[in-house]
């Protein structure tokens, strides 16, 4: 006679040991769009125009790139120059001048005279 029980009866293990274990709440999967954003914000040197980008996803990595403290006078101006106008004006509203690396300035007394 065939033993017809049911896989991960009571004398087998279930056939995916993991398959009813549940993830928590506070472990949220990422995204494909999120691991793309990630990338891309900590390899800023390869951006060079995001014209073609949804204006949602610009805002993403332009926050990343913020949040990460990655953001500088070349990046400003790729975003400035979107095409996207609310990140155009948000852009805009920066002073770009502190994007620019001063620890290689020279101090007044520091001239030969």
Same mark, same amino acid.
């Given at each position: 006679?065939?033993? @017809?029980?049911?896989?991960?009866?009571?004398?087998?293990?279930?056939?995916?040991? +993991?398959?009813?274990?549940?993830?928590?709440?506070?472990?949220?999967?990422?995204?494909?769009?999120?691991?793309?954003?990630?990338?891309?914000?900590?390899?800023?040197?390869? #951006?060079?125009? #995001?014209?073609?980008?949804?204006?949602?996803?610009? #805002?993403?990595?332009? +926050?990343?790139?913020?949040?990460?403290?990655?953001?500088?006078?070349?990046?400003?101006? #790729?975003?400035?120059?979107?095409?996207?106008?609310?990140?155009?004006?948000?852009?805009?509203?920066?002073?770009?001048?502190?994007?620019?690396?001063? @620890?290689?300035?020279?101090?007044?007394?520091? +001239?030969?005279?």
């Amino acid at each position: 006679m065939a033993d @017809h029980r049911q896989p991960g009866g009571p004398s087998q293990p279930p056939l995916l040991a +993991w398959a009813n274990q549940r993830v928590q709440a506070n472990q949220q999967i990422p995204t494909l769009t999120q691991l793309a954003l990630d990338q891309l914000a900590q390899h800023p040197e390869m #951006i060079d125009d #995001i014209g073609c980008t949804d204006e949602h996803l610009a #805002i993403g990595l332009l +926050w990343r790139l913020m949040k990460a403290g990655r953001l500088d006078f070349r990046l400003a101006c #790729i975003f400035r120059d979107s095409g996207h106008e609310s990140i155009r004006e948000a852009i805009g509203g920066l002073n770009l001048l502190d994007a620019v690396p001063m @620890h290689n300035v020279l101090g007044r007394n520091r +001239w030969p005279h």
